[in-house]
C-alpha cells in the first residue's frame, strides 16, 4: 500500500485526506499551523464544512488519518504526496505561489524514496513542469521525483459531497508511472478519470472556474438590464434554462461572486494571458461586471437613505455563500466597510461565519444569534447570504421587529408572491421592487 501524504489541511487538504482515507487510504496530513494540527488532533475541525466532522473522527479512530506538522519525516517516508496549499492573490492578480514552492522545498529535501508529488493547488500553466525541476534541483537523496497535476473542483458547503460523489477526476500526467499510480489511488471513488497532460490539467481547472463566473456575470448583467426594461430575471432565467444546452444552473442573479477561488481564478488566467500578450476579453468582463456588482444593493438603498449616518442597519448573512465559515472575498465585507465609514451601526446575523468575523471587525459590530435579534428595531436590513434560516423565515418579523422595514435582498431569497401584502418595502436582483 501507498504511503498518502496531503500537505495543507484547509478546506481542500482537509477534505482530500479525509474522503481519501474514507476509501481505505491511509492518510497523513502535515500542516504548518500547529493550532490547526492541535484542533485536529483533539477531533475538531478547524473549518465549517457539512459532514466533514463525523468522517474525520471515524478515519481517525480507524486508525487511517494522522495529523502532524513534522513534515520531514512525514515526507520521508510518503510515496505520493498531494500538495493541497494555498495560492493567493498577488497585488497585480497573478497568483502567488510562495506556499506550492516552499512545500516542494521541503519535499525536495526530505524524500527518502521515490515520489509522485501531485499538485491540487490551482496553479499558473506552466506550474507542474516548474516545480518538477526546481524539485530536482533541490534534491538531497538519490531519489526519482515527479510531479502530476490533479486540480481539485469541490465547492465549498459540499466540498465532502463533490469529493465523494466528484463529477470527474482530472489528472495531468507525463507517464504511465504517474497515471497508473493516480488511477488506482483514485479507483475506490468510482468517477470518470480523466487524463490528460499537466499544461491541460491545469487550465482544465481555470477556464472551469472562468466559466462559471462568467456565467455568474452574465446573469447579473441581464438582471441589472431586466430592472430597466421592466423584465424579471426569474421569469427570463426560467425561460432560458429549457434550453438543453444552457441548462437550469448557476442561473441565480446577486450581489456578485466571492470566495477563495472565482475572483483569484478570473484574474490570474486574465493575467496569465496578458503576459502572453493575448487579452481575455470575456474573463475581463465577468471580472468587471462583478467588482460593480458587490454595491448593487446600496445603489438601491441609496435611492431611500441618502446617508447611512446614524441608522440602525440589520444583515442577515456573511459569508461568501451559505454552508460555509469561509469570508474570503465575501461582498458583505466591502459593503459593510461602506455603511460603517458612513456612522452606521450595524446587528448582523450570520448562522456560522459571526466568529470569523470578528477577526476582522472585532468591536464595530453587533453580532446577534437570532434573525429577530438582528432585525430589532433597524431603519434598514441588507441580506448577503442566502443561508436556508434566512430563507426560510418568518417574514412577519420584517415588519413586526424593525422600525421601518427597508428590506435590501441581494440573493432573492423570496418569491415576490411571498412578499406581497407583508407591509414591507422589498427591492431584489433583477426583479421589480415591492413597495
Ligand atoms: P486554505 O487557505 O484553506 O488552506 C491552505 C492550508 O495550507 C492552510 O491550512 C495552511 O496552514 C497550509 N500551509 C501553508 N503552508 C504550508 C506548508 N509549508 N506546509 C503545510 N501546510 C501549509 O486553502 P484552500 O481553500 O484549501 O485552497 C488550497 C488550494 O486549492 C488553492 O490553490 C485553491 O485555489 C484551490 N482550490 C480551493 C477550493 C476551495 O473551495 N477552497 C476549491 C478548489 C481548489
Redesign the pocket.
Known sequence: MKHITV????????VTGVCLAEVGHHVSC????QD?IDLLNSGKS??FEPGLDELMVKNKKEGKLLFTTD?KKTYAQSDVIFI????PENADGSANLN?VY??AQ?IAESVERDCLVVI????PIGTNDKIEAFMKEHLINNVQIEVASN??????GT?VRDTLHASRIVIGVESENAKQILTSIYEPFKQPIVAMNRRSAEMV?YASNDFLALKISFVNDIANLCEKVGANIEDVTNGMSYDERIGNRFLNPGIGYG???FP??TKALHWLAEEEGYILRTVKAAIDVNEKQKYALIKKARNDFPTFNEKKVAVLGLTFKPGTD?LREAPSIPNIRLLLNEGARIQAFDPVGIENYKKLFPDQIAYKHSIEEALEDADLCFIFTEWPEIKEMDLDLFKKQMKTPHIYDGRNCFSLCEIENKGINYHSIGRPSVV
Open positions: 500537505a495543507g489541511t484547509g478546506y481542500v487538504g482537509l502535515v500542516d504548518n499551523n490547526k478547524p473549518i513534515y493541497g496549499v494555498g495560492t506556499y516552499t512545500v521541503q491540487k493547488s490551482t496553479v486540480p481539485e473542483f469541490l465547492a465549498q466540498a481547472k470566495g477563495s477561488c483569484k481564478d469561509d
